[in-house]
């Protein structure tokens, strides 16, 4: 297939630049696949919505402020720099702006407390720095980082956990798995009380996830690997619901690709952890899932494919055409869809 089958036109206005609050009340686009009827919600619904049995799926990784600006011993001159993998307990992938002028065996100041070196140079402005720093990473982190919100987002945020879930527990991404944005307290509360299981997934969200596809067929593009973890509490979680025949609802492409990197051709998962570089577009027959919570994608994103994957790409196109006409709010503060 070929990346130009999954563009669709956007008006820039649709682009969230803001969240909604509460974050429940965010609207849901539901997709019945097997009545092929979309209806029009809002996310506080899901509990309505949600049958009892059904497992959701969530993705518990928290969101590092990995956005941050180091000083070039000698010169003075600013570099910014995103962090996106971490390699080693002191060294990171990142991805830093202007590239040229960061060569290898640069030294840069980040804060008193932290200061790097580059160990290694990539082709397209990726650097590595081995950072030395005197207390502990993250809390130097939160001290002088910013949320890494997307390009498409021109503001700051100005509450740092408006850009984490409310479930989010272990630090590692470079981005939100923005699906799981819309859930409260209130809403999980309500969705337990239903007899609507929960099982945690991690994977920690790499810029490679919002990288443009940059070949023409979708076989030459080369997705770049993440973090997973799935425990074996959850492995058995989603075995039973498998074998009990109840709903495996992913919320987000992170869980997705956590799901079908650990599933097994007889149809269940195994626990495991390393790093997946799964790319999911049609005709890719899912193994695990059988509904999804997510945002709305980019045109000819690899998010928009998995999507296709799913529902079938002119459905998807044509339920994307229709949030349009609906004017729904797009990509990572906006609206979410429910695809069952």
Not at 51 to 79: C, E, Q, Y
Not at 147 to 158: F, Q, R, S, V
Not at 261 to 283: K, L
Request: glycine share 8%; net charge negative.
């Amino acid at each position: 297939m070929n990346k130009h089958d999954f563009y669709y036109e956007l008006p820039q206005e649709l682009i969230a630049q803001t969240p909604i609050e509460p974050r429940d009340m965010s609207r849901l686009l539901v997709y019945d696949g097997k009545t092929d009827a979309i209806s029009h919600r809002r996310f506080c619904d899901l509990a309505d919505i949600l049958h009892k049995g059904d497992l959701l799926v969530i993705n518990n990784t928290r969101v590092l402020p990995a956005r941050i600006t180091g000083v070039k011993d000698g010169t003075g001159a600013k570099i910014s720099f995103l962090l996106n993998k971490r390699v080693a307990a002191d060294t990171w992938e990142t991805v830093c702006r202007p590239a040229k002028r960061v060569k290898l065996g640069t030294t840069l100041v980040f804060s008193p407390k932290m200061r790097g070196e580059i160990v290694a140079v990539g082709d397209e402005g990726e650097r590595t720095v081995k950072f030395d720093y005197d207390g502990v990473f993250e809390n130097i982190l939160y001290e002088i980082g910013e949320m890494p919100l997307p390009h498409y987002i021109h503001g700051t945020l100005e509450d740092k956990e408006r850009y984490q879930t409310v479930y989010s527990k272990q630090l590692g991404s470079a981005a939100a798995p923005t699906a799981g944005l819309h859930f409260t307290d209130g809403l999980l509360k309500k969705l337990e009380d239903k007899g609507v299981e929960i099982a945690e997934v991690l994977l920690h969200v790499g810029l490679g996830t919002f990288l443009p596809v940059k070949t023409d067929e979708l076989e030459a593009h080369k997705m770049h690997s993440e973090y997973y973890c799935l425990t074996d509490e959850t492995a058995e979680k989603i075995n039973a619901a498998k074998r009990e025949g109840r709903r495996v609802i992913a919320v987000g492409t992170t869980s997705v690709r956590v799901l079908e990197s650990c599933a097994t051709d007889t149809g269940m998962v195994c626990a495991g952890s390393g790093y997946t570089s799964i790319f999911i577009y049609p005709p890719y027959k899912f193994k695990i899932i059988d509904a999804l919570i997510t945002n709305f994608h980019l045109p000819e994103s690899t998010l928009i494919m998995l999507v296709s994957a799913l529902v079938g790409r002119e459905k998807a196109l044509e339920i994307y055409k229709t949030a349009v006409d609906e004017k729904y709010r797009f990509f990572s503060f906006g609206d979410a869809c429910f695809f069952q």
